[in-house]
Antibody, heavy 117, light 105 residues
Framework: VQLVESGGGLVQPGGSLRLSCAAS????????MHWVRQAPGKGLEWVTF????????NYADSVKGRFTISRDNPNQMLYVQLNSLRVDDTAIYYC???????????WGQGTLVTVSS | EIVLTQSPGTLSLSPGERATLSCRAS?????LAWYQQKPGQAPRLLIY???SRATGIPDRFSGSGSGTDFTLTISRLEPEDFAVYYC?????????FGQGTKVEI
């Protein structure tokens, strides 16, 4: 049972990036999924959530209108498109599984996004 | 948006001592989770629904509380317990985390 993120890297302010998360060992289509980020030396910040069917998303105010979450259930993949990136979007981005008890019960190892000129 | 405030910011203790961490919500919530994060690692779920231990979590970790006040207790600190701890709640359309408590030697 694991989540593996990819797609992070260095991007200039105003640029775009797409992060991917490959899920394995569980039935991906049964779970809602989150992206959570952590700026260097800072705490955890929830970014976005998508329901198991992919028909409803929620976003933190800090990323609304700039980030878009999506999923491919047959291929067990989660994505987040990051547009209009700002320096303060620099963080490790974690893919995470929505647990049955209003918690987050599985986390990936994270992928680092650095926004800098 | 519900705000979670953790205290203290840092807890300096020795192995074998008891750790008591607090998480206060800005309004009453129905469920709270606790996570442990070690340097360079992803968070790990410790406690869900305020007081239930996640799979594989030792019984020295316990959670309590309801409404707006919650507590994570580590009965006897082991060397591997020195880490940062976060509380988290899930609302209808968002998730919020506390700012974290660092438990250091």
């Amino acid at each position: 049972v694991q989540l593996v993120e990819s797609g992070g890297g260095l991007v200039q302010p105003g640029g775009s990036l797409r992060l991917s998360c490959a899920a394995s060992g569980f039935t991906f289509s049964r779970y809602g999924m989150h992206w959570v980020r952590q700026a260097p030396g800072k705490g955890l910040e929830w970014v976005t959530f998508i329901r198991s069917e992919g028909n409803k998303e929620n976003y933190a105010d800090s990323v609304k209108g700039r980030f878009t979450i999506s999923r491919d259930n047959p291929n067990q993949m989660l994505y987040v498109q990051l547009n209009s990136l700002r320096v303060d979007d620099t963080a490790i981005y974690y893919c995470a599984r929505d647990g049955p008890n209003y918690d987050i019960d599985l986390w990936g190892q994270g992928t680092l996004v650095t926004v800098s000129s | 948006e519900i705000v979670l405030t953790q205290s203290p910011g840092t807890l300096s203790l020795s192995p074998g001592e008891r750790a008591t961490l607090s998480c206060r919500a800005s309004q009453s919530i129905t469920s709270l989770a606790w996570y442990q994060q070690k340097p360079g690692q992803a968070p790990r779920l410790l406690i869900y629904r305020a007081s239930s231990r996640a799979t594989g979590i030792p019984d020295r970790f316990s959670g309590s509380g309801s409404g707006t006040d919650f507590t994570l207790t580590i009965s006897r600190l082991e060397p591997e317990d020195f880490a940062v701890y976060y509380c988290q709640q899930r609302g209808f359309s968002s998730v919020t985390f506390g700012q974290g408590t660092k438990v250091e030697i």
